[in-house]
């Protein structure tokens, strides 16, 4: 397993994807996270990373236009490593520290990564696919790349993103209801982040680490809920 997690940590500095520091970050949230859910917790972990490098390269001359990213030239950072896997790494540790728990957090583990995917795959694959552009908060017409602008594309394809991390989740689990709450979870994680984003974000209250952050635990509190409730 450290092989696995080392190997990662090489090819993201390698190939650009993360700095030294945020694939030092990522390989510390990797073990916390194999440690509290096994190679389950790893592959969902992976598995949002691939898709999210993979999403963020294609097509990047048509964002261009609408975005300026720094993480293009030097790879994410710690922080932004932190940002979208802090969540399901605490998540992890409460497994960890309390095992009785890991029937609620495991899956809050899931939602969190299933909302970080969505995010990451409905704001670069939207800006490529979606035809219109609109305001979450205003349902006005609104500029392609700005925060808290979505399209009906961009939705859909985050949709689909919950679904592989659900998809995962019960492939090593069982099939039951908890792949429908993943993917609601993950789906309404990402609609708060639209939502952040129209209403603080945009008005620099706060930033896009902070709305990637909360996103995921609002993900990761809406499957506890959903849980608690309806099982």
């Not at 609408?66 to 790494?89: C, S």
């Amino acid at each position: 397993m450290p092989i696995i997690i080392i190997s990662g940590m090489a090819y993201s500095i390698l190939a650009k994807k993360l700095t030294i520091m945020a694939a030092s970050t990522g390989g510390i949230l990797a073990l916390v996270i194999f440690i509290a859910a096994g190679y389950l917790g790893l592959l969902m972990m992976t598995t949002f990373f691939i898709l999210g490098s993979a999403s963020t390269s294609w097509q990047r001359h048509k964002k261009q236009a609408f975005a300026v990213r720094e993480e293009a030239k030097k790879g994410r950072n710690a922080i932004q490593v932190l940002a979208n896997a802090g969540a399901p790494a605490m998540a992890g540790i409460i497994i960890i520290i309390y095992p009785q728990f890991d029937y609620l957090m495991l899956p809050a583990m899931a939602a969190a990564f299933a909302s970080a995917t969505a995010d990451t795959l409905s704001s670069e694959l939207g800006m490529v696919y979606g035809r219109r552009f609109f305001n979450i908060i205003t349902f006005r017409s609104d500029r392609c790349g700005m925060d808290g602008v979505i399209s009906l594309e961009g939705t859909v394809i985050g949709i689909a993103g919950s679904c592989v991390i659900a998809g995962l989740y019960v492939l090593g689990q069982g099939w039951n209801i908890i792949f429908y709450f993943i993917v609601l979870a993950g789906t309404l994680g990402n609609l708060t982040d639209s939502v952040l984003g129209a209403v603080l974000e945009r008005k620099g209250i706060i930033g896009n680490d902070v709305v990637n952050f909360l996103n995921t635990l609002t993900a990761a509190a809406v499957m506890v809920v959903l849980e608690v409730y309806f099982l």
